[in-house]
C-alpha cells in the first residue's frame, strides 16, 4: 500500500509541477525522498539506500559526459554562424506551397545535426512557427509537423543524449545502434512526408517574409565555411569515428571559424561555450537565436541523474522485478513489443520527462527481454520505438511542453498531427510481423 501511495503522490506532484511550469527537477527530487523514505521504512538502512542510490547514477555517468559535449558543440556552432547559416540555407529553400513538408523535413535535418529536440525547435522551430502565423496556416498542423521533425534527430543522431541513454541502459554500442534506428526510421520518413505533402496543399503559406533571413545575414558572416562544424559531424558519423573525438573535432573548428569567419574575440568564445550564445536584446534575432553553452545542459544532467539515481531506489525495493512479473506471461517477440509499450506509455505519464521514460522501462523490460532471448539491439530499438517516441505525445511530459512552449502552441492540439511519433511504432510492429509470419510458414 505504501508503495502505491508513493507511486499516487509522486505522480501528482510531477504532473502538478509540469502543469505549473516549474522545473521537474524539484519533482525528481521530491519523488526520490519519497521512495527513499518508503525504502528506509520497509528495512534498507541509510547505507543501503545510498548503495543503491549511487549504482542508479552511475548509470548516467556515459550520458552526463555527452551532456557536457553537447553544451560545447552548440555554443560552438551558434557562434561560428553555423547553426545560423543552417537555419537560412533552409529558409532559402522554402516553397511556400509546400510549407508543412518543409517544416517537417527542415526540423528533421536541424535535429540531426544538433541531436536536440529542443535546441531544434527553439531555433528552427521558431522560425517556421513565426512564419505560420504570419501565412495563415494551421498552427496544430504547423506544431505537428516541427514537433515530428525535433523527434527524428533526438532518436537517431550521433549528438543525441538520449540515443547514449538508450545504448547505455541496454549495453549497446551506440553506433550498431544508430545504423538499427536508421534503417527502421526509412519507411516512417517516406510515410509521414507523404501525409505532410497531401496537408501542405491544403495549407499552403500565403505571406512568405524575408526579414529572418535579411536579419541572419546582417549579423553572421553567411558562406559554406561556415557550415564545417556540422559537416565535420556528419562525415565522421558516416564513417563511424569516436563521437567524442567527433565533437571535440567540432568545437575546435567552431573556435576557428568563430574567430575568422565571424571575426570573434577569443574572451566572448569562451564565454559563448561555457554560458552559452546571446545577442543584444535590441536585436531582432535575440528570440531566436541563443542557448548552447556548458550550463545550458546542467538542468538536463541533473534531471538524468535524479532519474537514474530514483530508478536504483526504486530496484533495490524489487519494484521493477514485480512490475516485470506483470509480464511473466507475455512470451515472443510482438507480445514482449506490447509490453515495452504498455510500460513506456506508463513511465511517460508517470515520470514526466523522456529520461525517466527510457531509464525505468529498460530496467522493469531487461529481464523480459533476457528470458526470451531477444537481442539486445531489438530491445535498444524497441525502447526508441516507444519510450523515447511516446513521451512526446504526452501533453504533459516534458518531452512535448519543452517543444510546444517554445512554438507557443496548444500541447495537445499538435499531437495528432506528430505523424512520425507513432507512424514509427506502427511501421515497426508491422515489419516484425511480417517477418515472423514469413519465418513461420518457412519452416512449416
Not at 533552409?90 to 535546441?119: D, E, R
Not at 541502459?169 to 527502421?184: A, G, H, I, M, W
Not at 574575440?265 to 534575432?285: D, H, Q, R, V, Y
Request: net charge positive; proline share 3%; charged share 10%.
Amino acid at each position: 500500500m505504501a508503495i502505491l501511495i508513493g507511486f499516487v503522490l509522486s505522480f501528482t506532484i510531477l504532473l502538478l509541477g509540469v502543469l505549473k511550469g516549474f522545473w521537474i527537477g524539484y519533482g525528481l527530487i521530491l519523488s526520490f525522498i519519497i521512495f527513499s523514505t518508503i525504502s528506509y521504512r520497509m528495512g534498507n538502512n541509510f547505507n543501503i539506500l545510498k548503495s543503491h542510490a549511487l549504482n542508479g547514477g552511475k548509470r548516467a555517468f556515459v550520458v552526463l559526459k555527452m551532456f557536457v559535449l553537447i553544451g560545447l558543440v552548440t555554443g560552438a556552432w551558434y557562434i561560428s554562424g553555423t547553426i545560423p547559416s543552417i537555419v537560412y540555407y533552409c529558409m532559402k529553400l522554402l516553397n511556400p506551397q509546400f510549407y508543412i513538408i518543409f517544416a517537417f523535413l527542415s526540423s528533421a535535418v536541424v535535429s540531426y545535426m544538433l541531436g536536440t529536440s529542443t535546441g531544434t525547435a527553439s531555433t528552427m522551430g521558431v522560425v517556421l512557427i513565426v512564419m505560420a502565423r504570419g501565412g495563415n496556416v494551421d498552427l496544430s498542423i504547423a506544431g505537428g509537423a516541427i514537433i515530428s521533425g525535433c523527434y527524428v534527430g533526438d532518436r537517431a543522431s550521433p549528438m543525441s543524449s538520449c540515443t547514449s541513454l538508450q545504448a547505455n541502459q541496454t549495453n549497446t554500442e551506440l553506433y550498431p545502434l544508430l545504423n538499427r534506428l536508421r534503417k527502421t526510421s526509412i519507411i516512417p520518413l517516406l510515410l509521414t512526408s507523404l501525409f505532410y505533402i497531401v496537408l501542405s496543399l491544403e495549407n499552403p503559406l500565403t505571406v512568405l517574409g524575408n526579414s529572418i533571413t535579411l536579419d541572419i545575414q546582417n549579423n553572421f558572416e553567411i558562406n559554406f565555411i561556415v557550415l564545417l562544424p556540422a559537416i565535420i559531424m556528419l562525415v565522421l558519423s558516416t564513417f563511424k569515428y569516436d563521437v567524442k573525438k567527433s565533437m571535440l573535432i567540432s568545437i575546435i573548428a567552431g573556435i576557428i571559424i568563430a574567430l575568422v569567419a565571424q571575426k570573434a574575440a577569443f574572451s566572448e568564445i569562451i564565454k559563448t561555450l561555457i554560458w552559452g550564445f546571446k545577442m543584444e536584446e535590441s536585436n531582432p534575432l535575440y528570440h531566436i537565436l541563443k542557448g548552447g553553452g556548458l550550463f545550458s545542459m546542467l538542468k538536463a544532467g541533473i534531471v538524468v541523474f535524479i532519474s537514474c539515481s530514483m530508478a536504483g531506489v526504486l530496484e533495490g525495493m524489487g519494484i521493477f522485478y514485480k512490475v516485470s512479473s506483470l509480464f511473466k506471461n507475455f512470451t515472443g517477440r510482438i507480445k514482449v513489443l506490447l509490453a515495452t509499450a504498455i510500460t513506456s506509455i506508463a513511465t511517460a505519464c508517470f515520470g514526466g520527462n523522456q529520461s525517466i521514460a527510457i531509464v525505468m522501462t529498460s530496467q522493469i523490460m531487461n529481464r523480459i527481454y533476457e528470458e526470451n532471448k531477444i537481442d539486445k539491439y531489438d530491445f535498444a530499438t524497441d525502447i526508441s520505438n516507444t519510450a523515447v517516441l511516446f513521451s512526446p505525445m504526452i501533453p504533459w511530459n516534458i518531452a512535448n511542453l519543452l517543444v510546444s512552449t517554445a512554438l507557443d502552441v496548444d500541447p495537445v492540439k499538435i499531437v495528432p498531427f506528430a505523424f512520425y511519433l507513432y507512424i514509427t511504432f506502427i511501421v515497426y510492429y508491422i515489419g516484425i510481423r511480417l517477418r515472423l509470419n514469413k519465418h513461420k510458414v518457412q519452416t512449416q
